[in-house]
C-alpha cells in the first residue's frame, strides 16, 4: 500500500500563505485522482480539492481562487499552495489518493490561521 505523508502545516497569520506537501511511499503516476481534505474540529471532512492524472482539478466553492493542487508524478508528491488564508480554513488537512473506488488519507497535518 502506498503511504502518504503530509508536510508543511503551521500557524498563519489571515491574508497569508502556506504550501503543503504530500508525499508518497509509492509512485503515484498510476494513480487517476489524488485531492487533498480538511476537518476543522466539530465539522465534517471536506473534499477541498482533486487533481487527475491528465491534471485536470477541481475545488470546494469555499476555496476557488485562494488555493492551488498540483502534483509532480516524477517526485511523487502532491502539493496545495493556500493563498488569502481566513480564520475559517483552519484544519487539520489530509492527502489522499483515489484507488479501488475509494480514497486512502494521510495522517495529516495541522493548520492554523490566526487573526
Known amino acids: 500500500q502506498v503511504q502518504l505523508v503530509e508536510s508543511g502545516g503551521g500557524l498563519v497569520q489571515a491574508g497569508g500563505s502556506l504550501r503543503l506537501s504530500c508525499a508518497a511511499s509509492?509512485?503515484?503516476?498510476?494513480?487517476?485522482?489524488m485531492a487533498w481534505s480538511r476537518q476543522a474540529p466539530g465539522n465534517q471532512r471536506q473534499l477541498v480539492a482533486a487533481?487527475?492524472?491528465?491534471?485536470?482539478?477541481n475545488y470546494a466553492d469555499s476555496v476557488k481562487g485562494r488555493f492551488t493542487i498540483s502534483r509532480d508524478n516524477a517526485k511523487n508528491t502532491v502539493y496545495l499552495q493556500m493563498n488569502s488564508l481566513k480564520l475559517e480554513d483552519t484544519a487539520v488537512y489530509y492527502c489522499?489518493?483515489?484507488?479501488?473506488?475509494?480514497?486512502?488519507w494521510g495522517k495529516g497535518t495541522l493548520v492554523t490561521v490566526s487573526s
Open positions: 509509492g509512485s503515484i503516476r498510476g494513480v487517476n485522482t
Open positions: 489522499g489518493r483515489f484507488t479501488d473506488g475509494m480514497y486512502y
Open positions: 487533481i487527475t492524472s491528465r491534471f485536470s482539478t
